[in-house]
């Protein structure tokens, strides 16, 4: 696909895509801060996630990257370019909506050729590029279709190919998948993060879903009150989670403070803890379900605990247990998530007496 002008054009070399936030904030109401100081570097190329719950200020920060909502303080760089002064439709980025926002009386063709027509694109042109997006994405066979004849996945893969065809240097998608079922939003988490690889775009992606983050993301940066808690590589941020607020966000887990002991030790509401990890200023101890042990009989090593099972669920792939134990009846259950991958997996049921395993490796400082 050959490139067109679309603002202020960037010098071609690596950084093309990259995006530089620096002290970015947003008031509304006068005083109430959606977005409040936020640093943030995003590589050119990379699959990036802004993920928090409802209010948090992702949209907001992703509107202002687009050029929707202007800063009210900080600076925005765009492959290096400052956007102060640069409005939205300058701007080398294009924004995928969760409502899609596709024109109903517009086939597919159409609405993904409307841009090109915008800037000039003569037609033999515009229906290459056009022609080509649709294949990439597989939406040829309905070209002729209007907006209202799609499903909800077919809109979903139109309203991309009309933000790709421009050949932007970011795409900005604010929760596109989730007006979806859960099996098409599942196929086209995949479709998406592989048609980003292929073309090597910038993606910002905004969701409130931590399984999409973990499944399509590069890096991940969680956000909570209009602040940025953690910014890594998914398995850094899901394994190494800064604070409680991440750990909770992002997945399951079991929390108790902390009274540091003697050396490798801590003092819990659940018992001495044995650990590896150094304490600093955490006050926190957390271990995912997923990384604890049971076993019928008592293993000789440390952090082993007597419970009964007071709770199993079954889930397929998993059976979630939750287990309140003997020797601190006053500390919330433990919750353990056991994978199900023998087909003759032993199972407990809910009054057993089990022993549950947190390997010292496994406990992990964070902060409250």
Known sequence: MTGIAQGPQPQAGPNRGSISLQGVTRIFAGTIPAVDGIDLEIKAGEFFTLLGPSGCGKTTLLRMIAGFEVPDAGRILISG?????????KRAVNTVFQSYALFPHLNVQQNIGFGLRMQGVKAPERKTRVDAIMELLQIGPFATRNAAQLSGGQRQRVALARALVNEPEVVLLDEPL???????????????????????????FVTHDQHEALVMSDRIGVMSKGRVQQVGPVLDVYEKPRNVFVAEFLGLSNIWPINPGGGAQVDTPIGPLQITASVGAERMAMIRPEKIWMWPTRPERPNVFAGQVSEAIYMGASTQYRVALTDAPAAPPI???DTNNVAAERSWQAGEMVFVELKPDNVMMIEG
């Open 178 to 204: 989730s007006a979806l079922d859960a099996k098409l939003r599942n196929e086209l988490q995949i479709e998406l993060l592989r048609m980003q690889k292929r073309l090597g775009m910038t993606f910002i």
């Open 81 to 89: 370019r400052e956007m102060q002064d640069v409005p939205a439709h």
């Open 335 to 337: 919750l353990v998530l």
